[in-house]
């Protein structure tokens, strides 16, 4: 008769599981853990795009898993899945490795779909991932080179086109840092940045329509045109082909075309295949096929299994799929694992949206605040990046991004000179969050200050 494993296996290294991760470290679990992804590198998605513009390092916002989880007696497994045996309590993996796991935490969060939209899968560009946001930017720069040394004007047109199909907060947050962005790129090569045209192409009336940031968009509308270059949104448009040179669309049942040589993807995103490849009856899903998990984040028919992020649904409850409901699911989780392990009651998880960051630019942003009030432009900025700042994994990490961001953006930019010591001091007194917290009210009291005096 084989012993029992006694052994916490965690699939998929993004909020939900790094963090159940990190905080049973921190907890003390009495238990093995083991975390695989198939990344070398944690992606902290909200703040790819800060990545992308160049307005963060890679250390920021792309630090490997294993800095991350050094010391924390954590075991990282850098491998794909290639299935999950739930009867069996195994996971295998394509090295042809397995493990057999006493717990298991699901936290593959979810993958892009293209709605079965021709083309779409092989001619846009996705928006996930490190090799994502290098590749767009590569693209992207080869096509403004080309621009600006081509005579035919047609060509030039589709080089300097770039369509974001979807409306939501990932088509508007990607517009808005491409139309500051990319005629700030041109103008260095000596081109004219009004020649620049950023679309979006979105299938329903509004854009945010029915996303958590649903109340910000007034500020986003408004904000869109302010940028560098105002931004063009279609509605009631939906995006039937997109070819290498074209996309197709199809509004007031009349089919068009834009003329392009870049289309990016933010249109939607559906279950991971392995997910839906588990075995758990269609009831005990919901209408995206995302598995149900009890008030304390456990499978209906495996109770050994938690299941957090986008992957899956908490019964009786809605909670949009963002960074702060995943953080803090996995966190839930570590605490309800380690409840078992001690042998005491699990407790239901709780989660407290506390608002909605959306950034609308190069240092532009919308913020709503706990559903009190809204706050936009460089204000907003400065909560976003710091709100997220916060949330970086371990302290460590935490504090060493938190404090470059702190003495770039407020230090050198907008603090007096003269009393930098003193502001050193105390932010090494305060360290992490609170620096942060501390700074950017500061710097808001400033801005503020600023106004009034004007």
Same mark, same amino acid.
């Not at 495996?302 to 960074?323: K, W």
């Not at 504090?399 to 001091?425: C, M, R, S, Y």
């Given at each position: 008769?084989?012993?029992?494993?006694?052994?916490?296996?965690?699939?998929?290294?993004?909020?939900?599981?790094?963090?159940?991760?990190?905080?049973?470290?921190?907890?003390?679990?009495? +238990?093995?853990?083991?975390?695989?992804?198939?990344?070398? +590198?944690?992606?902290?998605?909200?703040?790819?795009?800060?990545?992308?513009?160049?307005?963060?390092?890679?250390?920021?916002?792309?630090?490997?898993?294993?800095?991350?989880?050094?010391?924390?007696?954590?075991?990282?497994?850098?491998?794909?899945?290639?299935?999950?045996?739930?009867?069996?309590?195994?996971?295998?993996?394509?090295?042809?490795?397995?493990?057999?796991?006493?717990?298991? @935490?699901?936290?593959?969060?979810?993958?892009?779909?293209?709605?079965?939209?021709?083309?779409?899968?092989?001619?846009?560009?996705?928006?996930?991932?490190?090799? !994502?946001?290098?590749?767009?930017?590569?693209?992207?720069?080869?096509?403004?080179?080309?621009?600006?040394?081509?005579?035919? @004007?047609?060509?030039?047109?589709?080089?300097?086109?770039?369509?974001?199909?979807?409306?939501?907060?990932?088509?508007?947050?990607?517009?808005?840092?491409?139309? !500051?962005?990319?005629?700030?790129?041109?103008? =260095?090569?000596?081109?004219?940045?009004?020649?620049?045209?950023?679309?979006?192409?979105?299938?329903?009336?509004?854009?945010?329509?029915?996303?958590?940031?649903?109340?910000?968009?007034?500020?986003?509308?408004?904000?869109?045109?302010?940028?560098?270059?105002?931004?063009?949104?279609? %509605?009631?448009?939906?995006? %039937?082909?997109?070819?290498?040179?074209?996309?197709?669309?199809?509004?007031?049942?009349?089919?068009?075309?834009?003329?392009?040589?870049?289309?990016?993807?933010?249109?939607?995103?559906?279950?991971?295949?392995?997910?839906?490849?588990?075995?758990?009856?269609?009831?005990?899903?919901?209408?995206?096929?995302?598995?149900?998990?009890?008030?304390?984040?456990?499978?209906?028919?495996?109770?050994?299994?938690?299941? &957090? &992020?986008?992957? =899956?649904?908490?019964?009786?409850?809605?909670?949009?799929?963002?960074?702060? @409901?995943?953080?803090?699911?996995?966190?839930?989780?570590?605490?309800?694992?380690?409840?078992?392990?001690? &042998?005491?009651?699990?407790?239901?998880?709780?989660?407290?949206?506390?608002? %909605?960051?959306?950034?609308?630019?190069?240092? !532009?942003? =919308?913020?709503?605040?706990?559903?009190?009030?809204?706050?936009?432009?460089?204000?907003?900025?400065?909560?976003?990046?710091?709100?997220?700042?916060?949330?970086?994994? %371990?302290?460590?990490?935490?504090?060493?991004?938190?404090?470059?961001?702190?003495?770039?953006?407020?230090?050198?930019?907008?603090?007096?000179?003269?009393?930098?010591?003193?502001?050193?001091?105390?932010?090494?007194?305060?360290? &992490?969050?609170?620096? @942060?917290?501390?700074?950017?009210?500061?710097?808001?009291?400033?801005?503020?200050?600023?106004?009034?005096?004007?």
């Amino acid at each position: 008769m084989n012993s029992p494993v006694y052994q916490t296996v965690i699939i998929g290294g993004g909020f939900t599981g790094l963090f159940t991760a990190l905080h049973l470290a921190h907890e003390h679990y009495p +238990r093995s853990v083991v975390l695989i992804d198939k990344n070398e +590198r944690f992606c902290f998605k909200p703040l790819l795009y800060e990545y992308f513009d160049g307005e963060m390092d890679s250390f920021q916002v792309l630090p490997r898993f294993s800095e991350l989880l050094k010391g924390s007696g954590v075991i990282f497994v850098q491998d794909a899945v290639q299935s999950i045996d739930l009867h069996q309590r195994e996971v295998k993996l394509a090295s042809g490795n397995s493990y057999n796991y006493s717990n298991l @935490v699901l936290a593959l969060g979810s993958v892009t779909t293209y709605h079965h939209v021709e083309g779409a899968n092989v001619n846009a560009f996705a928006f996930w991932t490190e090799a !994502d946001a290098i590749a767009l930017e590569r693209h992207l720069r080869d096509c403004l080179q080309k621009a600006i040394q081509t005579e035919d @004007v047609e060509q030039r047109r589709k080089l300097l086109t770039v369509v974001v199909v979807g409306g939501g907060a990932s088509g508007v947050e990607m517009a808005a840092t491409l139309a !500051d962005l990319l005629p700030h790129w041109y103008s =260095a090569l000596g081109g004219n940045s009004a020649d620049i045209r950023v679309i979006i192409l979105n299938h329903g009336q509004k854009i945010l329509d029915g996303d958590i940031n649903d109340p910000l968009r007034p500020i986003a509308e408004t904000e869109l045109q302010k940028r560098t270059i105002p931004i063009e949104i279609l %509605t009631g448009a939906e995006a %039937t082909a997109i070819h290498p040179n074209t996309i197709e669309y199809k509004s007031n049942n009349q089919v068009h075309t834009v003329p392009t040589y870049t289309a990016i993807w933010t249109a939607g995103t559906s279950i991971h295949p392995l997910i839906q490849d588990l075995a758990i009856p269609q009831e005990h899903r919901d209408h995206h096929n995302r598995p149900l998990v009890t008030p304390t984040m456990q499978l209906l028919d495996f109770p050994e299994v938690f299941a &957090g &992020g986008d992957c =899956a649904a908490v019964q009786d409850s809605s909670l949009p799929p963002t960074a702060q @409901v995943a953080y803090q699911q996995g966190a839930n989780i570590a605490r309800n694992l380690k409840a078992i392990a001690l &042998g005491e009651e699990l407790k239901p998880a709780k989660v407290n949206i506390r608002g %909605t960051l959306l950034k609308l630019g190069i240092n !532009d942003a =919308a913020v709503n605040l706990l559903n009190v009030f809204e706050v936009g432009g460089e204000p907003a900025h400065l909560i976003r990046q710091a709100t997220y700042l916060t949330l970086l994994p %371990t302290p460590i990490h935490d504090f060493k991004a938190a404090t470059e961001w702190v003495d770039e953006n407020i230090f050198h930019q907008h603090l007096d000179p003269q009393d930098v010591g003193k502001k050193v001091v105390q932010a090494v007194e305060l360290v &992490g969050a609170g620096v @942060v917290g501390v700074l950017v009210a500061r710097k808001l009291l400033k801005m503020l200050g600023d106004e009034e005096k004007s």
